[in-house]
């Protein structure tokens, strides 16, 4: 069964960084194409970043480009979202969502909601001073 648990959320003033986390289980980050999508309120989720199944491609949405980093740890089975600059328009709940993609298609653009079908609970991210 695919799992992921979020984790890295919390309270940061502007200017300041985090990093979250998402530990997967259950599947290979070889196969899989991660998302990171955040969800803020009384606004429609959006894509943030993905990386892909081979780890070649990211792409991330231009609100966060040159500010946020996405990696991954094949070994410890996680991937990360390094948020840097961050800004009060940031504040949302952060999702990660996994997909199969064995031809590496799903990151080429913006993460889509519609493409990934195995989600994490959330974490929450406040940007407040």
């Known amino acids: 069964q695919l799992q992921l648990v979020e984790s890295g959320g919390g309270l940061v003033q502007p200017g300041g960084s985090l990093r979250l986390s998402c530990a997967v289980s259950?599947?290979?980050?070889?196969?899989?194409?991660i998302g990171w999508f955040r969800h803020a309120p009384g606004k429609e989720r959006e894509g943030v970043s993905c990386?892909?199944?081979?780890?070649?491609?990211?792409n991330y949405v231009d609100s966060v480009k040159g500010r946020f980093i996405i990696s991954r740890d094949q070994a410890k089975n996680t991937v990360y979202l390094q948020m840097n600059s961050l800004k009060p328009e940031d504040t949302a709940v952060y999702y990660c969502?996994?997909?199969?993609?064995?031809?590496?298609?799903?990151?080429?653009?913006?993460?889509?909601?519609?493409?990934?079908?195995?989600w994490g609970q959330g974490t929450q991210v406040t940007v407040s001073s």
């Open positions: 259950g599947f290979s980050l070889d196969y899989y194409s």
């Open positions: 990386i892909s199944s081979n780890g070649g491609v990211t």
């Open positions: 969502a996994a997909e199969a993609d064995l031809l590496f298609r799903l990151c080429v653009l913006p993460a889509r909601e519609d493409d990934f079908h195995s």
